[in-house]
């Protein structure tokens, strides 16, 4: 919406300079277009990351370090005094202390930490190279290897079947299919020792 009030702002400004429109009480001064501008601005971050996860196939272990970079450029917005306003900072300030809210209810759930480790590419190096402490990067392993621990090992690797029925286009029920997923039982211990800048001793 704001972007839209921006690209049509000499449109906005000539509906509300009119007395006769009656809308005279909402014509913008400059500085309030500044900081409307500045709202789009910081606010992009914000659409950027809800359209990420509201596409078809969002990643849980991409949901960290899109808070990272969120609270990195909320952080950094609020020291920028050169570029906006004083209420601006203010409002980033406490947009900032509500993103950590959730990001400390990120450690609620073990699944977020295991996404990450268990992600091919990001494994431990992510938290090493945000400058987690020793203590946090240790209880991420720590949470993975008591998982698999508890869950997986020792188990030979197979496969495993969730019987699923489907529908015809008519509604009618067919037969049960069985859709089969490779579990592997194994878990490398390269995941768990990408870094060498951290010790669990």
């Known amino acids: 919406m704001i972007s839209v009030v921006l ?11 009119d007395q ?5 009480e909402f ?3 400059r500085a309030e277009w500044d900081v409307v501008k500045d709202l789009c601005d910081v606010l992009q971050i914000l659409k950027d990351a809800t359209l990420y996860f509201s596409c078809l196939m969002p990643s849980l272990a991409m949901v960290i370090p899109a808070m990272d970079h969120i609270n990195t450029v909320l952080a950094t917005a609020t020291l920028d005094k050169a570029k906006f306003s004083a209420p601006i900072r203010a409002a980033l300030t406490v947009a900032k202390d509500h993103l950590n809210v959730y990001y400390d209810r990120t450690d609620q759930s073990k699944v977020y930490h295991i996404a990450m480790v268990l ?20 209880e991420a392993q720590e949470r993975v290897t008591y ?3 508890r869950k997986y090992k020792g188990r030979e690797p ?11 286009d008519a509604g009618t029920s067919a037969p049960k ?3 089969t997923y490779f579990v592997v ?7 768990l020792r990408p870094c060498a800048t951290y010790s669990t001793s």
Do not use: M
Request: glycine content about 4%.
């Open 119 to 138: 992600h091919p590419q990001r494994k431990l190096t992510y938290f090493c190279d945000a400058n987690w402490p020793v203590s946090w990067i240790n």
């Open 27 to 29: 014509e913008l001064s």
């Open 7 to 17: 690209e049509y702002k000499a449109v906005v400004k000539k509906i509300t300079v």
């Open 158 to 168: 197979g496969v495993t079947g969730i019987e699923t029925t489907e529908r015809d």
């Open 20 to 24: 006769d429109n009656g809308l005279c």
């Open 185 to 191: 039982c194994v878990i490398p211990e390269l995941f």
């Open 147 to 149: 998982k698999f621990e």
């Open 177 to 179: 299919v069985r859709n």
